[in-house]
């Protein structure tokens, strides 16, 4: 297994729907990330996770709704996306949050949203 | 404000030549970590190389290595005896001192010429 996988690595929905996007560590590691990539943007960081614990939420319409249910999933529910929502969404894991800790980011799911 | 600032949108080189990728950041911490990460054509970020904000010799990661000038907020990423693989877009990060934020430049994106 990979480090980080991401399922699914394509997804189109419509702004009615209801889908989920899913990441899985298998690093071992005790902290886990979402990130939005638009194009011609910087990498947005969205969630943070520490031990199953939301420590923090830049400011992410409420659409996007992250679970962690262990230390090695994690979650992103989408509901009633918008056009600008489509991007690439990556997910991160790190053994901790620390400024010396690196980031393993999975291969990202790639979101359209007509 | 903008932590990280990449100001070459696109860089050119030569096989086998060495290319230097510029990054300035700005952060009032005295600890933190800088990170560079290569995105080729199908999205995953390859984590390159680190350097913390105390250390006193530069990175170097085979043929990456990082020009960290702390007084100058600076830590360019070179890369010597270029190969066509390395055809990418290189992303330049900070993570604060928390470890909470981890704050991403617009990428360089390399194309190195047979």
């Known amino acids: 297994e990979t480090g980080v996988t991401q399922t699914p690595r394509h997804l189109v929905m419509g702004m009615t729907n209801k889908k989920s996007l899913k990441c899985e560590q298998h690093?071992?590691?005790?902290?886990m990330y979402w990130y939005k990539q638009s194009a011609k943007k910087p990498l947005e960081l969205m969630f943070v996770?520490?031990?199953?614990?939301?420590?923090e939420n830049n400011s992410v319409p409420s659409r996007f709704s992250p679970e962690c249910p262990n230390s090695s999933h994690l979650f992103l529910h989408l509901h009633t996306l918008q056009p600008e929502d489509s991007a690439l969404y990556l997910c991160?894991?790190?053994?901790?949050?620390?400024?010396?800790?690196?980031?393993?980011f999975g291969p990202g799911t790639r979101l359209l949203v007509l | 404000a903008q932590k990280i600032t990449q100001t070459q949108p696109g860089m050119f080189v030569q096989e086998k030549e060495a290319v230097t990728l510029d990054c300035t950041y700005d952060?009032?911490?005295?600890?933190?970590?800088l990170f560079w990460y290569k995105q080729p054509s199908s999205g995953e970020m390859i984590f390159l190389i680190y350097?913390?904000?105390?250390?006193?010799q530069n990175a170097t990661e085979g043929r990456y290595s990082l020009n960290f000038q702390k007084a100058r907020k600076s830590a360019n990423l070179v890369i010597s005896a270029s190969q066509l693989g390395d055809s990418a877009m290189y992303f330049c990060?900070?993570?604060?001192?928390?470890?909470?934020?981890?704050?991403f430049g617009t990428g360089t994106s390399l194309t190195v010429i047979p």
């Open positions: 996770y520490s031990l199953e614990e939301r420590v």
């Open positions: 990060a900070m993570r604060d001192r928390a470890g909470n934020q981890f704050y």
């Open positions: 991160a894991s790190s053994q901790d949050r620390d400024s010396q800790e690196t980031q393993y």
């Open positions: 690093l071992g590691h005790n902290a």
């Open positions: 952060t009032s911490d005295q600890s933190y970590g």
């Open positions: 350097q913390g904000s105390y250390d006193e």
